[in-house]
C-alpha cells in the first residue's frame, strides 16, 4: 500500500485519501531510499497545449510526493510503520523546480524523490519527474516538521 494510505485524516488535494476530487499522489518505497509514484495524467490536466502537462499539476505532484516521501522516512527513522502511533506530518517550507522539458500528458509520468539530509525539524528531499527515461522536472523541497495540531 502506499505512504498516504496509511495517513489518517488527510484532506490533502494532492494526495490526501479523504480528498475524492484531488490528484491521489501515491508514494511506495522503490528501494531502501527512493520512493517512487506514478501519475495518470489526465486530459483535463493539461497546460494550454492540450498535449501537455499543466506546470501547477507537475509541482503539486512532486509537492505531494515529496513530502510524503519525507513522512515515510521520519517514520523509518523512528522505527515505526507509517501511521502507527502518534502521527508525523510534515508540510512544504520551500520548493525550487527546474522545468527542463514538457510533460506529455499521454502517458504515465514516474516521480523518484530522496530525502537527501534532515535533522528532527525537516527534511530536504531531491524529487524527479520523467516521462519515459526523460527527465522533465527536477525539484529540491524542505518538508518542514509540523505538530498534530496543524491537521485537526
Known sequence: MAFQDYMKDNHCFGCGAENTLGLR??????????AECIFHPQPHH????????????????????SVCTAIAHAYK???????????????TGEMSLKYRRPVPVNGAVILHAE??????????????????????????????????????
Open 115 to 152: 530525502v537527501i539530509s534532515y535533522n528532527d525539524k525537516q527534511s530536504q528531499v531531491r524529487c524527479t519527474l520523467s516521462s519515459g527515461d526523460k527527465p522533465c522536472v527536477t525539484a529540491e523541497v524542505l518538508a518542514v516538521k509540523v505538530d498534530n495540531s496543524w491537521v485537526a
Open 46 to 65: 493539461c497546460s494550454g497545449s492540450p498535449r501537455f502537462l499543466y506546470g501547477g499539476i507537475s509541482a503539486s505532484i512532486i509537492d505531494c510526493h
Open 25 to 34: 499522489v501515491k508514494s511506495e518505497w522503490r528501494d531502501d531510499k527512493v
Open 77 to 91: 527513522q523512528a522505527g515505526r510503520d507509517i501511521g502507527d502511533g502518534e502521527p508525523i506530518w510534515y508540510v
